[in-house]
């Protein structure tokens, strides 16, 4: 038994970890490595025996074992996986030309099979499919706990009167399984929205599944939604199900949709309009069960008049559109928000326990073109430069500590204006932390004075505010 729970890649959250059961060195081999570069842990077993001490003994993500393992099998060791740790998905190697055990596998409960020897590519993509898998489940997880917890709604903070309407509609349309459109600018928490419909409905226990149509590119958004059959084009091993039909009885988000080129549109409509879709290469058509819900920052009349969008699939989205409010038009919800992030950023042994009041009229006075996300942004990044228990002016984003308000005080001093010498100091110390976009040491060195300097003055005018 070899255990290498060295992470292969950096990764905020632990990464996944796959066990690999193959009594064969090279191809056990192989598939490490190819495991680990789809960012897996990796653990191997050359016997059955020890694959079972194994998803005993360590958190186990996904199995991948050859079928003509010793001493029990591969097809001994999947069924004992179903019956132990059902969640984790069983991938099975099998020798070419012997497709019946696949199929075997399959109807017990695999969750795909490999053909020996296989493709490299062919075993990559099918670990990041899995691994894309298994981090959405955990992230709805998360969701749908914190859903409990939180003062608002669904994971959505804020009692404006603004935000109460959007629960509202919330709470209503997650009672439907009709299309949402759901609009505002970037950062104003249209995914949260959709994620809240989603877990607040009778689809709660089934998958959310979101998708960047902007980041796809044209080809692989129509075989990524509508799946396509093997020999559809190069590459196509085998059929694959696209994500609407793959979403099942769960939630398709169909994220920047003004961005879908507009041939798939059509497409797309057809596919909603008549419930099914055809997968690329294929003739016959398959069933969808799936709520689609869309956003978009952009302003979608105008990419109508213009041709980019068409008008009869924004009728088909527009069943019922929720507009999100920019942070700007509630700010009040701006104090409930900052002690949101204050809590959810702390770490053990750092605690930030408040914002000084100077700070927040900062936060406040600002104009938050990057909405609720700049918002969450400026606060995780004050409470990691910053030393606590209390967040200061000094601690935030440069552009909210010399920004609208400090720059209404200060019109520029003429060339032979006198001011005090006080003021000559402080003028030139913003000046210079301007400069240098917010870094201390760099305007320190710039003014030819010690950080310790530069701190201890930046504290005094936040005093004086
Ligand atoms: N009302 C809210 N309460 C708490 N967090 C929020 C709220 N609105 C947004 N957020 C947070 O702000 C960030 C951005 O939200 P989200 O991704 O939903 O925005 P978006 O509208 O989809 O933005 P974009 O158009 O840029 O994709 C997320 O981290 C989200 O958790
Ligand atoms: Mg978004």
């Keep these: 038994?070899?255990?290498?729970?060295?992470?292969?890649?950096?990764?905020?959250?632990?990464?996944?970890?796959?066990?690999?059961?193959?009594?064969?060195?090279?191809?056990?081999d192989l598939?490490?490595?190819?495991?680990?570069?789809?960012?897996?842990?990796?653990?191997?077993?050359?016997?059955?025996?020890?694959?079972l001490e194994i998803l005993e003994q360590f958190p186990v993500d996904i199995v991948l074992t050859d079928l003509k393992v010793p001493a029990l099998g591969g097809i001994e060791l999947l069924k004992r996986v179903r019956a132990t740790n059902a969640q984790v998905?069983?991938?099975?190697?099998?020798?070419?030309?012997t497709i019946e055990t696949a199929v075997e596998a399959t109807r017990l409960g695999a969750a795909d099979y490999v053909t020996k020897p296989f493709h490299v590519d062919e075993l990559r993509s099918k670990l990041d499919r899995l691994v894309r898998a298994i981090e959405l489940d955990q992230e709805n997880r998360v969701l749908r706990e914190q859903l409990r917890s939180r003062p608002g709604f669904g994971g959505l903070i804020g009692v404006s009167?603004?935000?109460?309407?959007?629960?509202?509609?919330?709470?209503?349309?997650?009672?439907?399984?009709?299309?949402?459109?759901?609009l505002g600018e970037s950062g104003t928490g249209k995914e949260l929205v959709a994620r809240s419909i989603h877990f607040s409905g009778a689809r709660r226990k089934k998958p959310f599944v979101p998708v960047d149509c902007s980041a796809l590119v044209p080809t692989l958004i129509e075989s990524e939604l509508f799946g396509y059959v093997k020999g559809a084009f190069t590459g196509a091993l085998?059929?694959?199900?696209?994500?609407?039909?793959?979403?099942?009885?769960?939630t398709l988000f169909l994220d920047e949709i003004a961005d879908m080129p507009v041939d798939l549109q059509a497409k797309l409509l057809r596919a909603l309009q008549e419930r099914e879709v055809k997968p690329v290469g294929s003739v016959d058509r398959v069933a969808i069960h799936v709520r689609v819900m869309a956003a978009t920052n952009?302003?979608?009349?105008?990419?109508?008049?213009?041709?980019?969008?068409?008008?009869?699939?924004?009728?088909?989205?527009?069943?019922v559109s929720i507009k999100l409010p920019p942070l700007r038009e509630r700010k009040s919800d701006i104090p409930l928000l900052v002690n949101f992030f204050l809590e959810k950023f702390s770490e053990p042994g750092r605690p930030f326990r408040s914002i000084s009041e100077d700070a927040m009229r900062r936060l406040m006075a600002y104009d938050w073109p990057g909405n609720v996300r700049e918002l969450e942004n400026a606060i995780a990044r004050a409470m990691a430069l910053g030393?606590?228990?209390?967040?200061?002016?000094?601690?935030?984003?440069?552009?909210?500590q010399y920004g609208s308000s400090a720059g209404a005080l200060e019109r520029p001093a003429s060339a032979d204006e006198l001011l005090p010498l006080e003021e000559l100091e402080r003028r030139a110390i913003f000046r210079a932390l301007r400069e240098t976009s917010g870094d201390k040491l760099a305007a320190a060195r710039l003014l030819g004075i010690g950080k310790t300097t530069l701190y201890r003055k930046l504290k005094q005018y936040e005093a004086q505010h």
């Design 1 to 28: 038994m070899t255990d290498e729970m060295e992470p292969s890649r950096e990764t905020a959250s632990p990464a996944s970890s796959i066990l690999i059961v193959d009594d064969e060195a090279p191809a056990r």
């Design 31 to 51: 598939c490490a490595d190819v495991a680990r570069e789809a960012g897996l842990l990796v653990r191997t077993a050359t016997t059955t025996e020890q694959a």
């Design 89 to 97: 998905p069983v991938v099975v190697l099998t020798q070419y030309g």
């Design 161 to 182: 009167p603004k935000m109460q309407r959007v629960y509202k509609m919330i709470e209503k349309v997650s009672q439907h399984n009709y299309p949402v459109l759901i």
């Design 238 to 250: 085998q059929n694959r199900q696209g994500l609407l039909e793959s979403a099942a009885d769960g």
């Design 298 to 319: 952009r302003d979608i009349e105008s990419a109508i008049r213009s041709g980019a969008f068409r008008q009869d699939l924004y009728f088909r989205l527009n069943v």
């Design 387 to 400: 030393s606590g228990p209390i967040l200061h002016v000094g601690d935030l984003p440069s552009n909210l």
